[in-house]
């Protein structure tokens, strides 16, 4: 049996995690994740492995990103951390709200699994 996540610890991470989404700051979410990584965002599309793929994404993703706020509280089970969160992007001049819920599988302290769920419906004009 897996032992619990530390709720403290999970929702620093992802404290943490929502902040550098909206500075923009790849590298520092990348620190987040281990070295070998897995990333699947959104479900359905080609997990990326490592980092170096992870700050790739992130890279190529944030800019337009205005804020990033809970839903509501995150959810920890075992190793694993659920958050529903939206996401205020701005693309070519039209502002968006995102509505997402990303799954985190935490071991030392890093990220080792993200999964996002989201899709277009879930995008609403501004």
Known sequence: MSTELDISLAQR?????LRLLVVADAEGIGALYHPEAR?????????LVGREAIVGFY?????????????????VAGSEVA????LHIKIKDQSFAMDIIDVFVIEAEQIVSMRAFWS???MRAL
């Open 39 to 47: 990333l699947e965002d959104p479900v359905g599309t080609t997990p």
């Open 83 to 86: 958050f529903a969160f939206t």
């Open 59 to 75: 890279r190529s993703g944030l800019s337009g990103i205005e804020a990033a706020e809970l839903s509501g509280p995150i959810r």
């Open 13 to 17: 991470l992802v404290d943490e995690y």
């Open 120 to 122: 277009r419906a879930n």
